[in-house]
């Protein structure tokens, strides 16, 4: 398995990646492109207008307009009733809007940072997880619970978490990650309409990028399936599972990869809890290779769980051993070097592959 620190001893440095627009994507049209951070806000503000039972709650969330500004206008446009602004307190606002969620309401919850809701994980955890399964169906918690997840730039150990394999764990939970504009937008509205609680966990730094959106897009009731991947890039060589930033980064190898003459499959989970496994083992009995990639760390992350699912699924159809790309086994770093050796790379994902296509030296044997 890949130790992202060992992989640096190639010296050479890469630009700086943006998220990469996949060619293949199957707009009905582009004419138009909206950032990350607008297709949130669209979405938040369509889906109060169409059902007055959803309201916000959080941290800055109305005076200040949020603080990356996802909640703007919607104060001046709802009122405080239903753009409620909090004190500094994650239990308490979240133990809150999980007994809103009781009585029928749908409490959209913002943390700051997903590091923060860490002071209200047992409110997550025990009281809007768990609930409808111990009053046996009785009781519905339709609350969603969203913010910047991951590493972001020179915020340190205690703000760079990535809490998806965490919340993935959870049975009762759903836990989603957007890539791009659409994802960002078809997956809150399907989040704020699930009865059940939802960790919707977004991107710092993908909040300002722009993607295209077709007319489906944006129209107020298009929704995105729960539970669904997407194959963003289509290929026959090695499939590359990704979620939220990666995405980007994956599609950036995939690239990459096919000046080499090595087709990558590029698979954005947008799901992690449920995990689209029929995607995933389907594209793998494709390719017979795969490569999964996140921010978090290794040990009992989402790529383990795939490569489990894999193995129990699809392992006569491997030809390569499977691999995994994640963050370093460390708290990430402070200072801007480290935390770039911390965080997987393009160039990272792009070695892996043609590892896995036996196209290059194995990493032992460059150490």
């Not at 000046?259 to 989970?269: S, T």
């Amino acid at each position: 398995m890949l130790a992202i620190a060992r992989q640096r001893m190639l010296g050479q440095s890469f630009k700086k990646i943006l998220p990469a627009v996949s060619v293949l994507r199957s707009y009905s049209s582009a004419a138009k492109q909206i950032t990350v951070r607008e297709a949130l806000n669209s979405a938040l503000d369509e889906e109060m207008s169409a059902d007055p039972k959803v309201f916000l709650m959080g941290e800055e969330v109305g005076e200040y307009q949020g603080a990356y500004k996802i909640t703007k206008g919607l104060l001046e446009k709802y009122g405080p009733e239903r753009v409620l602004d909090t004190p500094i307190t994650e239990a308490g606002f979240t133990g809150i809007g999980v007994g809103a969620a009781y009585y029928g309401l749908k409490p959209v919850v913002e943390f700051m940072t997903f590091n923060f809701s860490m002071q209200a994980i047992d409110h997550i955890i025990n009281s809007a997880a768990k609930s409808n399964y111990m009053s046996a169906g009785q009781i519905s918690v339709p609350i969603v619970f969203r913010g910047p997840n991951g590493a972001a730039a020179g915020v340190g150990a205690q703000h760079s978490q990535c809490y998806a394999a965490w919340y993935a764990s959870c049975p009762g939970l759903k836990v989603l990650s957007p890539y791009n504009s659409e994802d960002a937008r078809g997956l809150l509205k399907a989040a704020i309409r699930d009865p059940d609680p939802v960790v919707f966990l977004e991107n710092e730094l993908l909040y300002g990028e722009s993607f295209p959106v077709s007319d489906e897009v944006l129209d107020s009731s298009f929704c995105l399936p729960i539970g669904k991947a997407k194959i963003e890039r289509e290929g026959k060589d090695v499939t590359i599972t990704a979620f939220s930033k990666m995405v980007g980064y994956a599609l950036k190898a995939a690239e990459m990869l096919e000046r080499d003459g090595i087709y990558a499959e590029v698979i954005n989970l947008r799901s992690i809890r449920p995990l689209d496994r029929s995607t995933i083992n389907t594209s793998v009995r494709k390719t017979n290779r795969l490569i999964t990639v996140e921010e978090g760390f290794p040990q009992h992350g989402v790529g383990a769980e795939i490569c489990a699912s894999v193995v129990e699924e699809s392992f006569s159809y491997l030809d390569a051993p499977v691999e995994r790309i994640a963050g370093a086994d460390v708290p990430m770093p402070y200072a801007a070097n480290l935390e770039r050796m911390a965080v997987p790379q393009v160039e990272d994902i792009f070695r892996a592959a043609k590892r896995a296509c036996y196209r290059s030296v194995p990493l032992a044997a460059t150490a």
